[in-house]
Structures are given as structure tokens and as C-alpha cells.
């Protein structure tokens, strides 16, 4: 792993109205490393995210991303991210093929034939390729999505309940894609209230909660009644 975290939050406050969100939240992650951050609804993990996808600006604090502040060069870092968040965020009057070539167009890249040929079938949708979006179902749209983003290979993804809504194709599917995109250097954050598949691929744990990062810490050889119990304890803390 490098030494420069890729992804750097500092001191990140949001505020809405009266309510602090966020308040002095502080989290790195390096090249190669996953973090799974565990937090109840409604604890902030969407908010950061959305942050770090230049989405919304905090309140006080910064963000960068590969060296790049997230507020004042959302230009710069929107290449640099892959996002998979709860909504599908694919075009319901287009082709599965049709939304692949469309994203990895303003996405800059290439849309050769064969790469959205193989996105499609590494979630088992070529069989539909050429079928409007909205005769998918939740979890279609959800694989299509996941097709969309691995298609761009991001120097940082950034997923929301990542393995939500997927069958158990797809789910080994992802794990694997997360894996060889660790292996390649990739920096991932993933944000879940559950004690899934995502902490198998997570490097580091952390807890969000009260605002802030309640527990940051490697995972190990922790097991999910493990962290489950470091969860409580430190959820319980800071509310």
C-alpha cells in the first residue's frame, strides 16, 4: 500500500437545518485498502458518501480525493470515483447495452463492443442486453448499475449497501470484481448497517456513530459475532 491515504476526510462536519449530520468526521484510506463502515440508518454513512462524490459539501472540513478537494474541484475527482448507491441510476427508456455505452461515454472512456458485452454477462444480464430497463426488475437494475461502474475501473469506489438487493450470482460476482479491484490498487469505501459479505473484503472497520468515527480498526481475523460486539459497544457509546 502507499503511504498517501488516496481518500483523506478531515474534520468533516454537515449540518441540516439544526441538525449535525456529521461533526468532525476524520477516516483515510490507501491504495489497495478497503474500510467497511458500519453505522445504524440514519447515522450520516449516505451523507459522507455523498460528499466524497462531490454531491454535497460539508458544512466545515475537507475532503480530497487523490489529492483533489471534493468541493472545490468536484471537476477533478468525478473521474476518479466509481459510485454504487441505493437507486440503480440507469436510464429506464434505454438498453441495458444502450446505458453501458451512454455512461462509459460521458465517463470518457471507450465503449468498445466486446467490454460492454463482457460488463453485461459478469452479471449474468446478456441474455437481455438489448432490452429496455424498465421491464427489469430492482435487483436487475442493481447488477446493471454494478456493470455500469466496474465497466470504468475508478481509482476510488465508493458503495452503499453494496451486496443489497443481488442474488447469490451476483453477490460472488461482486466479491471478486471488489477483490481484483483491491488487488489492482483501487481504494473502496463501503457503508452498511449489516454484518455481510462486505466485512470479508474489508481491510478496516469502522464505526460511525454520534456523528463521528467511533471505532477505526483493522479487521483481522474478526468474525461477525466479533464485530458485532465491537459495533454495540462502540454504537452504544456515542449515542
Known amino acids: 500500500m502507499s503511504v498517501e491515504p488516496v481518500v483523506r476526510i478531515i474534520g468533516v462536519r454537515k449540518v441540516f437545518g439544526l441538525v449535525a449530520v456529521l461533526d468532525s468526521v476524520s477516516l483515510d484510506i490507501r491504495a489497495g485498502e478497503a474500510v467497511a463502515l458500519l453505522g445504524a440508518n440514519g447515522a450520516g454513512k449516505t451523507t459522507l458518501l455523498k460528499i466524497l462524490a462531490t454531491l454535497l459539501r460539508p458544512t466545515r472540513g475537507a475532503a480530497t480525493i487523490a489529492g483533489h478537494d471534493v468541493a472545490r474541484a468536484p471537476e477533478a475527482v ?90 447469490q450470482r451476483a453477490r460472488k460476482w461482486l466479491e471478486g470484481r471488489l477483490e481484483a479491484m483491491k488487488a489492482a490498487g483501487a481504494a473502496l469505501l463501503m457503508v452498511t448497517h449489516s454484518f455481510g459479505r462486505e466485512l470479508g473484503i474489508a481491510d478496516r472497520l469502522a464505526v460511525l456513530a454520534g456523528g463521528r468515527i467511533a471505532l477505526d480498526t483493522a479487521r483481522g481475523t474478526l468474525g461477525p459475532d466479533d464485530v458485532q460486539r465491537l459495533y454495540a459497544a462502540h454504537a452504544e457509546e456515542s449515542a
Open 78 to 167: 468525478r473521474p476518479l470515483l466509481g459510485v454504487v448507491a441505493h437507486g440503480a441510476w440507469v436510464y429506464d427508456d434505454l438498453t441495458a447495452r444502450e446505458n453501458l455505452r451512454f455512461w462509459a461515454t460521458v465517463g470518457g472512456l471507450d465503449a468498445y463492443a466486446d467490454d460492454l458485452t463482457v460488463a453485461l454477462a459478469g452479471v449474468g444480464l446478456e441474455r437481455v442486453a438489448d432490452a429496455r430497463v424498465r421491464t427489469f426488475s430492482a435487483g436487475m437494475k442493481r447488477r446493471l448499475s454494478l456493470a455500469r461502474v466496474m465497466l470504468a475501473r475508478p481509482r476510488v469506489l465508493l458503495l452503499d449497501e453494496p451486496f443489497a438487493g443481488l442474488d
